[in-house]
């Protein structure tokens, strides 16, 4: 089955301790990218990648980093997070670009900084 | 980029129609027009796409008048499971420019 698929489903961390959140791709995407939802501001663009080693800053780019060493798996690194990173974080990918029939989503990692 | 605006929230009742319009009065000549359906706690989901006049599908239509500055996604006869978040995104379907923006959706309420 065509998925994106997202790890943890939930986590919950503290102040300071770094955390990687995986995003992995079975339909041999090239475009991938990572967004944050919080109650009121929709969904805001963190990073993404048009390819292999190719990555740029989205929106709300700050506290956060990324890879992509391989086409499949685009994880997101909170290197210290902090409270206001907890959110709802989704993964998405497409063909490329905004891509026909758009991006497929994950199903989302809730984190909870304390 | 084109920034989009929709309406925060929209009611219905169950068996009606609901038009819910995005607009974009920037759109690139290259720019593509999706609508995608998000649940609470799922990621969102795609519903239509379109470049310009209607385009049809088993869930929804998408009309896109001849100026593209507008977009209305129309779902027929409504029912309690369409309650959902609906965002409007506009972009290339290929190359760069992939900074998306998907703003704060509409969230549509269908009663009985």
């Known amino acids: 089955e065509a998925q994106v698929t997202q790890n943890p489903r939930y986590l919950i961390t503290v102040t300071g301790k770094k955390l990687t959140v995986t995003c992995s791709q079975n339909?041999?995407?090239?475009?991938m990218s990572w967004y944050r939802q919080d109650p009121g501001l929709g969904l805001r663009q963190i990073y993404y990648?048009?390819?292999?080693?190719?990555?740029d800053k989205g929106d709300v780019p700050e506290g956060y980093k990324v890879s992509r060493k391989e086409k499949r798996n685009f994880p997101l690194i909170l290197e210290s997070p902090s409270p206001n990173q907890t959110s709802l974080y989704f993964c998405?990918?497409?063909?490329?670009?905004?891509?026909?029939?758009?991006?497929?989503f994950g199903s989302g990692t809730r984190l909870t900084v304390v | 980029l084109a920034k989009t605006t929709q309406p925060i929230s929209m009611d219905s009742y169950e068996g009606q129609e609901v038009n819910i319009t995005c607009s974009h009065n920037?759109?690139?000549?290259?720019?593509?027009i999706t609508w995608y359906q998000q649940f609470p706690s799922q990621g969102p989901r795609f519903i239509i796409q379109?470049?310009?006049t209607k385009v049809t599908n088993e869930v929804a239509s998408l009309f896109i008048p001849a100026d593209r500055k507008s977009s209305t996604l129309s779902l027929p006869r409504v029912s309690l499971s369409d309650t959902a978040v609906y965002y409007c995104?506009?972009?290339?379907?290929?190359?760069?420019?992939?900074?998306?923006?998907f703003g704060t959706g509409t969230q549509l309420k269908v009663e009985l």
């Open positions: 998405a990918s497409s063909l490329e670009g905004q891509g026909i029939n758009g991006y497929t």
């Open positions: 339909m041999n995407h090239e475009y």
């Open positions: 990648s048009m390819n292999v080693e190719v990555t």
């Open positions: 920037n759109i690139a000549t290259n720019d593509y």
């Open positions: 379109g470049y310009k």
């Open positions: 995104l506009v972009g290339r379907l290929t190359g760069g420019g992939n900074k998306l923006t």
